[in-house]
């Protein structure tokens, strides 16, 4: 199979020379890698050329999460399986890639994803994400287990996942304008097209954060704007506040088990997250000049939605 690897950038900084060599390291798959950068003013570009990659560049303000992936598409046309990986996402080890792409040899996957551990300086809050949303177990989701994961079935994350061309183009491709969760949107249309969605536990990439509280009030605020605009997603696979709840358990065990002393900080982020999410929700009725503020996706206020 063609395989494409699709690179959003933006000054990605001293990481980025340890994800060019993770990048090289590879083995066992040949394509192209289209990076698409949003006007760096580091090396990033610099950086990737001389690496003998493909680099497109755009106006920053011309940047998109659909949109702008929906264009990586468009400039490799010759690619049967399309890769997305972001800039802070580390592939750990050689087959990282391989193994993700061997997701489509079943014949029913439109869409596949990686596991992502957590960064070697990780923080508890940080690193609880990825062993909540990122199993040591590969499984395949189909229409048919929404009863079972409720909104995840359709979850999936664009730092390193996968789509079969076919699949993707059955479905309009990526939205064209979407604050957050272009890669959820698309997934789950292919969900109800009759395609299966693989998580691949042995395709595996360093990727975490640990965001302040103002920054996950921001990120509930932009994943609550995309659930108040598409109501269709929570309507077919159920509500995120059930799956936000369980998150929260976890999280507390978690961290009474390893960081008792950061539970409180952990509240206080709940409460952030609670408030950001209902905010982006009302989006409809709060001024342009909140929803910037609120926002994490700010470029995304100012193409006019």
Not at 4 to 10: F, H, S
Not at 61 to 79: I, S
Not at 234 to 249: D, I, M, N, P
Request: net charge positive; glycine share 10%.
């Amino acid at each position: 199979m063609n395989v494409g690897l699709i690179v959003p950038t933006l000054n990605a900084g001293d990481l980025w020379n340890d994800w060019l060599v993770a990048l090289r390291a590879q083995q066992g798959w040949a394509g192209a890698t289209l990076v698409i950068d949003s006007s760096s003013k580091d090396a990033t570009v610099d950086r990737a050329r001389e690496a003998g990659l493909r680099v497109q560049v755009i106006a920053r303000g011309e940047f998109n999460h659909g949109g702008t992936r929906q264009r990586g598409v468009e400039l490799l046309p010759d690619a049967e399986i399309l890769v997305f990986l972001t800039q802070d996402a580390l592939l750990a080890g050689p087959g990282a890639i391989a193994a993700l792409v061997r997701s489509f040899d079943d014949s029913s996957v439109g869409a596949a994803y990686g596991r992502q551990l957590p960064h070697k300086d990780a923080g508890p809050i940080g690193a609880h994400a990825r062993v909540f949303n990122y199993p040591a177990t590969s499984h395949t989701k189909s229409l048919g287990d929404r009863d079972r994961y409720g909104i995840k079935t359709a979850f999936i994350s664009n730092s390193f996942a996968a789509y079969r061309r076919s699949a993707l183009l059955s479905v309009g491709g990526f939205p064209g304008n979407v604050i957050f969760g272009e890669d959820m949107y698309a997934t789950a249309k292919m969900l109800m097209r009759g395609w299966s969605v693989a998580y691949c536990a042995d395709a595996c990439v360093h990727h975490s954060h640990d965001y302040s509280v103002k920054e996950d009030f921001r990120r509930s605020f932009d994943i609550g704007v995309f659930h108040a605009r598409e109501p269709w997603l929570q309507q077919t696979f159920g509500k995120a506040e059930k799956e936000g709840l369980r998150y929260v358990r976890s999280e507390l065990a978690y961290l009474a088990k390893r960081q008792p002393l950061l539970i409180v900080s952990a509240l206080i982020r709940t409460g952030a997250k609670a408030l950001g999410y209902r905010l982006g929700k009302l989006e409809q009725s709060l001024p342009l000049s909140w929803k910037k503020r609120f926002s994490m996706s700010r470029t995304y206020w100012l193409q006019g939605p």
